[in-house]
């Protein structure tokens, strides 16, 4: 572990303003747009009462990774009345259960493999939607991380452009757990020049997103281009499971 979370402020407003701050900060740096990277707050395992406390502080994007839970604090949201909140559905999501996956959510940002895609495509489409994705790339070729291999993913990818189901813009990563940040900036940097070569073969579609950089990592992330990065621990605290 490094250091990121050694000094957390006390009170959850407060923790929220100190991850805004270094997400400007690190797009700065870079020269970048700090409005140009959208900060996801990861509330699984945490309680409702903490999401609803952190949208009135202005936080409008929240990830959960099980669909289960998901829907709970969908209807939750609903139930209080919170305004516009745009969900991201973050973990992976087993085939047979893409159902659950279409729902008023702002982006899957998981998906992982052909099959789920296709099966994405034709629940939505029989449902009158569109999903909005990111296709998930296992960068580090880990054998323990989900997403297509590059080789996959070029030899799959006409298909996928073409699932009439799924909007897709853009790609995902899970970097490894480093204990130095600076060490998963090659993931990152990998993640972009695969993007921008996808962008160049196929220049009609939609290449806009790159999700990646978590609590350890995501000043990292937004140095190499990451528009969304996904936070969790760093705002919400520790968590006992996952
Ligand atoms: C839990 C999770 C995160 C956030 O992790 P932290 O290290 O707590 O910031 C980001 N992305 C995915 C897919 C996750 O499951």
Redesign the pocket.
């Known amino acids: 572990m490094n250091s990121d979370t050694e000094s957390l402020p006390e009170t959850l407003a407060a923790r929220l303003t100190r991850v805004q701050e270094r997400v400007a900060q690190a797009a700065l740096r870079s020269g970048r747009d700090p409005e140009a990277v959208t900060l ?1 707050a ?1 509330s ?1 395992t945490k309680p409702f009462a903490m999401i609803a406390e952190l949208a009135g502080a202005g936080q409008v994007d929240f ?1 959960e ?1 099980r669909l289960e839970e998901l829907w709970e604090k969908v209807e939750m949201a609903e139930k209080a009345a919170l305004p516009d909140i745009r969900w991201h559905a ?3 999501i087993q085939s047979r259960k893409s159902k659950q996956a279409i729902g008023p959510f702002a982006l899957v ?2 998906v992982d493999t052909r099959k789920l895609a296709t099966r994405l495509s034709r629940d939505a489409t029989a449902a009158g939607q569109t999903v909005n994705a990111l296709l998930e790339v296992n960068i580090s070729g880990e054998d323990s991380k989900h997403g297509f291999t590059r080789q996959a993913l070029l030899a799959d990818l006409p298909d996928l452009l073409a699932l009439p189901g799924l909007h897709i813009q853009g790609l ?1 990563t ?1 970097a490894p ?1 480093e204990s130095e940040a600076e060490d998963t900036r090659p993931v990152f940097r990998q993640l972009r020049l695969l993007r921008d070569e996808l962008a160049e073969r196929f220049p009609q579609r939609d290449w806009r997103h790159l999700s990646m950089g ?3 990592d ?1 000043e990292v992330a937004i140095e190499e281009g990451a528009t969304i990065v ?7 605290g520790k ?1 006992e499971i ?1």
């Open positions: 996801v990861v699984k990830g990774n973050i973990g992976t940002h998981s995902m899970m757990l978590m609590t350890n995501f996904r936070v969790g621990t760093a705002i919400f968590r996952n």
